[in-house]
């Protein structure tokens, strides 16, 4: 079973700019959670979607986004990139929202902003 | 809110001495816990977890790790570490109505020298 995949894996952007990050995850998972990790902060939790709906998110700006597909594909966007959001995304998958399930990680996306 | 500290940054050990990097969590209930590993570049591994039941958990790799309850402590173990065990480890820690958030330590970064 292949398992969670993240595009890019490694993107630079422009301070104002903003970014699309993909995850697809396991298949038959159908919850997908985002986390950023930096060095500073280490890793915070940015939101969890389950079957297209936000069901938790963490203390993050409006700035930062997600959506959820049928497919349980998840993007999160990223707009009016600052310097301070140059980290690791870590997209994780787990079977269901109940907690009690591990959650399998995707390599990540280096997003580096200049 | 849960919370979770791993006091040890950096732990240097020999190849062959056993190991213990040490977590301690916050949580009002019996929390879930984890601990994952991460290498250079690459997403977190899990190595292993603690929903319930019998408070020595094995994971992968060989590494163990103990739930204490009174030490609010899931401390993790290895008898005999090997050079390709370098890694940064984390622990975090879930919580049943909380759906997929973890909470993660900053982390140990452990180091093996011949």
């Known amino acids: 079973k292949a398992g969670v995949t993240q595009t890019p894996r490694y993107l630079i952007k422009t301070r104002g700019q903003q970014v699309t990050l993909s995850c697809s995850p396991i298949s038959g998972h159908r919850s997908v959670s985002w986390y950023q990790q930096t060095p500073g902060q280490g890793l915070q939790f940015l939101f969890e979607?389950?079957?297209?709906?936000?069901?938790n998110k963490g203390n993050f700006p409006g700035r930062f986004s997600g959506r959820q597909f049928s497919n349980s594909r998840s993007e999160m966007n990223v707009s009016t990139l600052e310097l301070g959001d140059s980290a690791l995304y870590l997209c994780a998958s787990s079977l269901t929202l109940q907690g009690g399930y591990e959650q399998y990680f995707g390599p990540g996306t280096r997003l580096t902003v200049t | 809110a849960q919370s979770v500290t791993q006091p040890d940054i950096h732990i240097t050990v020999s190849e062959g001495a056993s190991l213990e990097l040490r977590c301690n969590y916050s949580?009002?209930?019996?929390?879930?816990l984890f601990w994952y590993v991460q290498s250079p570049g690459q997403g977190l591994q899990l190595l292993l977890k603690y929903f319930s039941g019998d408070t020595l958990v094995q994971g992968i790799k060989g590494f163990e790790a103990e739930f204490k309850r009174s030490q609010s402590s899931f401390n993790l173990r290895k008898p005999s570490v090997h050079w390709s065990d370098a890694a940064e480890y984390f622990c975090?820690?879930?919580?049943?109505?909380?759906?997929?958030?973890?909470?993660f330590g900053t982390g140990t970064s452990l180091t093996v020298i011949p």
């Open positions: 975090a820690v879930g919580a049943p109505m909380t759906g997929n958030q973890f909470y």
């Open positions: 979607y389950f079957s297209e709906t936000q069901r």
């Open positions: 949580y009002g209930a019996t929390p879930y």
